[in-house]
């Protein structure tokens, strides 16, 4: 928490060689925070912290005001809602410069800034501050007797080699889904001043478990927390482009702003399952509101959801709301959110007594999250709201659990309700995919021209799209219904071709490649994207009045339609078991642009993904959304549904923890959007569908190609240009946030339209959190 640190004295521990380990979780992004630091004066210091205006997280050492080391990470460290795992790896033994100090994030070696002020510490260097006698400080800048630059968030394992460098795989370990998890007992020698702070004493939080008794002292009124890296807690959410009020406590407490409307959304959301949480009560007669919203509406003003204010219970849709007048008064009350979304309801209580009528949520379909804001510009007094998702923001008199044991509420949560934590997402979701990778992936190759076996996909993929990233080559879509010489092109309406040398086979762990230079051109770098459907199998599908041959993976909410156009009005089986929420049609047959039905946009709109055309009426569906069997096809239309012509469609619908696929309105702002998924992206396809001709294209995204934040390598699906660059999202542990005002990604009030696959969802079936990215 803020204004809380740890100091020690160390005494001759060594100024050449040593590591350090924290994992961390942020709460405020806009200032300067330390992790680790020791000197004698601001002139004479050295510090690991992470730089306000960058995100960037820094190694800093001066003598006498020259700067002795500076180094930086080209990542930025900007998500609020996950756990973090950072090393920093201190040597200055190596003969390598670059060596000397190794950051590494998540059990990766971090990308190191160059040119600027970068400087890396002379070989065998002994003057850095950390290691040196003097004090040291854990959650702060501290030299002399001065703190500063305060910590703000929650720090767990912290480790302190003292005279041996470690990397991070002597901390952290991948478990079977992939999640980069803590080892709970580092094989590590500490040395003489080495330390291990678990924080698991909530009387003496800086006991010293390495064995050499090396404790720290706290300082400042911070508390231990149950939030740690094992079992993440709710808090607010720190990207939302609404929190114009302040966050604070760990993003637990939201103060509004006198004059300005603020808002605060929990970074956890839920589609079902039963949930508490408690809000304390700011000014009695201040203009507020707490409740529960629906999570893919964080960036609109006005949300569907239920929330209570001082004298009223607020049932809000899209097409308006109700409200039911409620009695209460006066200042320091809990209120108690029960949010059940296995029958849609909402229930309300004050110090533990049910107020008003349980109430029922307009959309059943979405998930939802708690909610609280300051909505009186006029208000006289700026509203203050402590939240408490099961890790409290205000002191707890009476520590209830729920029934699993978990959180620490003031009044008892109603029977089966839990509290917002990732072991109890993990135990109450149903989450049939615990690692994305199993069903997409994005592997990446060199081409030579060459044949050769492209390995690494980690299943037999069923359909690949794949780019040339380095010249000017066509999009190919390629699925194994139709074969492997058998191809599209996104970019552009041409029929289906044969090429004999693309894609030669689809194979156990990914897919052979020919000579043809579209995908294997000399000395260039491709991308391919690969989908898991059903090896390849089909099935006679007999669902809609034209029989469709189908390769459907219902766990994966993907599947392959081949099918005959008619010339009247049909349906088609598609073989999953929901309704598809994205459709995208190509004649096989005909040089006519691609079709897409998107559930955000209704089912009387149509986008050509070839194209940079803003969604158009055509009446394409019979004005008909699409069910958990088929979809509708309007009769005669060569797009998707002409005598004589064939068809590929590829469906897909929302698998929570693994797919999403939505929409979110632009604010025109380099402070974007934030989009709640529900996973760690792997893959983001997004266009606005209100720029007409030229306004904006389909632009791809992956973790592939751009390990880091802000993620900015990027291509487009609908022409054929090489690889870009623009610093245009971050990818988060819960969604993305765009942080661009371009216009074809964050027009103003626009829609922009999007899908995405999961690297991870944000806890796996094992209970495992994310890290954050």
Request: charged letters at 15%.
């Amino acid at each position: 928490m803020a204004s809380t640190y740890f100091t020690r004295d160390l005494s001759g521990a060594s100024r050449q060689t040593w590591t350090f380990s924290c994992w961390f979780k942020r709460s405020k992004l806009s200032t300067t925070q330390t992790l680790f630091s020791s000197g004698t004066s601001n002139n004479d210091r050295s510090s690991i912290f992470i730089e306000d205006t960058t995100s960037t997280i820094r190694y800093y050492s001066s003598e006498g005001a020259a700067v002795a080391a500076w180094t930086a990470s080209e990542a930025v460290l900007r998500d609020p809602s996950a756990w973090y795992h950072f090393v920093c790896k201190y040597d200055t033994t190596q003969a390598t410069a670059t060596d000397r100090i190794k950051f590494y994030l998540n059990g990766e070696a971090m990308v190191h800034q160059t040119g600027g002020i970068t400087a890396y510490p002379a070989q065998n260097n002994a003057s850095g501050y950390i290691g040196s006698n003097d004090t040291h400080g854990l959650g702060c800048l501290y030299y002399g007797t001065t703190a500063t630059e305060y910590w703000d968030g929650y720090m767990a394992h912290v480790n302190f080699t003292d005279g041996t460098a470690y990397q991070a795989s002597d901390f952290g370990e991948t478990d079977t889904n992939g999640q980069w998890a803590p080892i709970v007992a580092p094989s590590v020698t500490y040395g003489t001043n080495g330390f291990f702070l678990k924080f698991t004493d909530s009387g003496s939080l800086g006991t010293d478990s390495s064995g050499n008794g090396n404790n720290w002292t706290k300082n400042g009124s911070g508390d231990q927390v149950t939030d740690t890296p094992d079992n993440v807690f709710a808090t607010l959410n720190g990207v939302l482009t609404f929190t114009s009020g302040v966050l604070s406590a760990g993003n637990l407490i939201h103060t509004g702003t006198t004059g300005t409307i603020s808002k605060g959304y929990s970074t956890l959301a839920v589609p079902s399952g039963k949930w508490y949480a408690e809000v304390k009560n700011p000014n009695g007669t201040q203009k507020w509101r707490a409740g529960v919203r629906r999570a893919d509406y964080m960036y609109f003003n006005d949300n569907e959801g239920i929330v209570l204010d001082y004298n009223f219970i607020y049932k809000q849709n899209t097409e308006g709301g109700t409200s039911e007048a409620v009695s209460w008064s006066g200042n320091d009350h809990i209120i108690g959110i029960a949010l059940n979304k296995d029958d849609n309801q909402v229930t309300f209580y004050v110090d533990g007594s049910q107020i008003g009528s349980v109430q029922s949520l307009a959309n059943t379909d979405e998930a939802y999250c708690f909610f609280s804001d300051d909505y009186s510009s006029s208000s006289p007094d700026a509203g203050i709201f402590q939240w408490n998702f099961g890790n409290p923001s205000f002191s707890i008199a009476s520590g209830n659990t729920d029934d699993n044991g978990y959180g620490n509420f003031e009044y008892a949560p109603p029977t089966g309700y839990l509290a917002l934590c990732t072991k109890n997402l993990s135990s109450e979701l149903t989450l049939p995919i615990g690692d994305g990778s199993q069903y997409f992936n994005t592997v990446l190759y060199s081409g030579n021209n060459t044949a050769k076996s492209i390995t690494g996909v980690g299943f037999q993929p069923d359909f690949i799209w794949d780019k040339n990233r380095s010249d000017v080559y066509n999009h190919y879509l390629n699925d194994s219904s139709r074969g492997v010489t058998k191809y599209v092109n996104s970019n552009a309406t041409s029929a289906e071709v044969t090429i004999t040398q693309g894609i030669t086979s689809f194979d156990s762990d990914g897919f052979s490649v020919g000579t043809d230079n579209s995908h294997n051109a000399n000395g260039t770098n491709l991308v391919a994207w690969n989908w898991k459907a059903n090896g390849g199998t089909t099935s006679s599908n007999t669902d809609g009045s034209i029989t469709s041959t189908v390769q459907a993976n219902t766990t994966a909410g993907f599947s392959i339609v081949t099918y005959s156009g008619s010339n009247s009005n049909s349906t088609i089986g598609h073989g999953l078991n929901s309704a598809p929420e994205l459709v995208i049609i190509k004649n096989l047959t005909l040089a006519v642009n691609w079709k897409s039905y998107h559930k955000p946009l209704g089912n009387t709109y149509t986008l050509s993904i070839n194209g940079t055309g803003a969604a158009t009426v055509q009446n394409l569906w019979q004005n008909t959304t699409p069910t958990n069997s088929v979809v509708y096809l309007t009769g005669n239309i060569d797009n998707s549904n002409q005598s004589g012509s064939n068809y590929v469609a590829y469906c897909f619908h929302s698998v929570e923890g693994y797919s999403k696929f939505g929409s979110y309105e632009g604010n025109g702002s380099n402070d974007g959007p934030f989009v709640y998924t529900g996973f760690r992206p792997a893959f983001i396809l997004y266009k606005n569908a209100d720029r007409g001709l030229g306004g904006a294209g389909w632009l791809l995204w992956d973790t592939t190609r751009d390990t880091r934040n802000p993620t900015d390598l990027y291509l487009v699906a609908s022409n054929s240009n090489a690889e870009g660059s623009f610093d245009s999202l971050d990818i988060l542990s819960n969604g993305f946030k765009i942080r661009t005002n371009d216009g074809g990604q964050n027009g103003s009030s626009e829609t922009v339209i999007y899908m995405a696959f999961a690297e991870n969802p944000f806890v796996d079936s094992t209970g495992r959190p994310v890290t954050a990215r």
